[in-house]
């Protein structure tokens, strides 16, 4: 009954962050997919058409420049990670922007680090900038300032980040869509994908783990800490596998899909 009726409030949602991760932007060769990121655009301007805004956050910039460069493996050092993400955000923003002008959308990149939301003029500046984008009608597309931001002033993860945006734009709910397709509990040799997550518990915590895989980083972990943050903020937050066909509008019809973690009390009205 609690997740019907949560479920149902996504129907409802106004104004919405979607996190992409890098594994749904990337070929299984780790190169940025156009279909990929051309199919994820169609899904946003089904959701835009029933008015609904979307910002988007969008992983994939050091992948992509990893690609261009020929790097199979991440690199460890700062700075290389910092040169990729200066190459691959270029190479990101052109296939969003193919994807999008194809469909007659506007997108508008935006750079983010942890310092602009420490400052209280660049974090109200952000927020006036990214309203005045939706007002236009545009599809803010965020990702860290790489190139920019250092080891103990990073976000980390763009987990983090969207969460942080969430806050920022006053957002309804939050979707965190990854190669995962919810958050999964073992028990035994069981697992079990939990529809609902009613507060994230210490104990809870212990089920998720980090993740510094090939091309991206953050993990359930860091998906349960966002979750966190935005249910503080009195709304919901999905985890769901961003390859299942049509996940987006499909969530936003009420189908249960993924984990959805829930604020303590009722949601606030979208
Ligand atoms: N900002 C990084 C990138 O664009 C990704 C961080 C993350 O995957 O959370 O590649």
Same mark, same amino acid.
């Given at each position: 009954?609690? *997740?019907?009726?949560?479920?149902?409030? +996504?129907?409802?949602?106004?104004? +919405?962050?979607? !996190?992409l991760?890098t594994?749904?932007l990337t070929t299984?060769r780790g190169d940025l997919s156009p279909s990929r990121i051309r *199919?994820l655009a169609?899904?946003?301007?089904?959701?835009?058409? !029933?008015?609904?805004?979307?910002?988007?956050?969008s992983s994939g910039a050091i992948a992509g420049g990893m690609a261009r460069l020929g790097l199979?493996?991440?690199?460890?050092?700062?700075?290389?990670l910092q040169a990729c993400a200066a190459i691959g955000q270029n190479l990101l923003m052109h296939h969003y922007e193919t994807a999008f002008s194809? &469909?007659?959308?506007?997108v508008?990149q935006?750079l &983010?680090?942890?310092?602009?939301?420490?400052?209280?003029?660049?974090?109200?500046?952000?927020?006036?900038?990214?309203?005045? &984008?939706?007002?236009?009608?545009?599809?803010?597309i965020?990702n860290? *300032?790489d190139a920019? @931001?250092?080891?103990?002033?990073?976000?980390?993860?763009?987990?983090?980040?969207?969460?942080?945006?969430?806050?920022?734009?006053?957002?309804?709910?939050?979707? +965190?869509? @990854?190669?995962?397709?919810?958050?999964?509990?073992?028990?035994?040799?069981?697992?079990? &994908?939990?529809?609902?997550?009613? @507060?994230?518990?210490?104990?809870?915590?212990?089920?998720?783990?980090?993740?510094?895989?090939?091309r991206?980083?953050?993990?359930? !972990? @860091?998906?349960?800490?966002?979750?966190?943050?935005?249910?503080?903020?009195?709304?919901?937050?999905?985890?769901?596998?961003?390859?299942?066909?049509?996940?987006?509008?499909?969530?936003?019809?009420?189908?249960?899909?993924?984990?959805?973690?829930?604020?303590? !009390?009722?949601?606030?009205?979208?």
């Open positions: 009954m609690k *997740n019907a009726y949560h479920r149902n409030y +996504l129907r409802h949602c106004r104004r +919405l962050i979607v !996190k991760g594994g749904i299984d *199919n169609l899904q946003v301007k089904t959701i835009v058409r !029933k008015r609904a805004q979307v910002v988007l956050v199979k493996t991440r690199p460890t050092r700062i700075h290389d194809r &469909l007659g959308l506007v508008g935006v &983010l680090t942890h310092g602009d939301f420490q400052d209280d003029q660049r974090r109200e500046n952000a927020r006036h900038t990214l309203l005045r &984008l939706l007002k236009l009608g545009v599809i803010p965020i860290e *300032n920019v @931001s250092y080891a103990e002033i990073k976000f980390g993860d763009n987990d983090q980040l969207a969460a942080q945006v969430h806050k920022l734009v006053h957002a309804d709910a939050t979707i +965190l869509l @990854s190669t995962v397709d919810g958050f999964y509990v073992r028990e035994g040799r069981k697992k079990f &994908l939990l529809k609902t997550v009613g @507060s994230v518990s210490l104990s809870l915590m212990r089920h998720a783990g980090d993740t510094v895989s090939g991206s980083v953050g993990g359930m !972990k @860091s998906k349960l800490l966002a979750a966190r943050r935005v249910n503080a903020a009195g709304c919901p937050l999905i985890v769901a596998g961003g390859r299942v066909k049509d996940i987006l509008p499909r969530l936003l019809k009420g189908e249960e899909l993924g984990t959805i973690f829930l604020p303590r !009390k009722k949601c606030r009205a979208p």
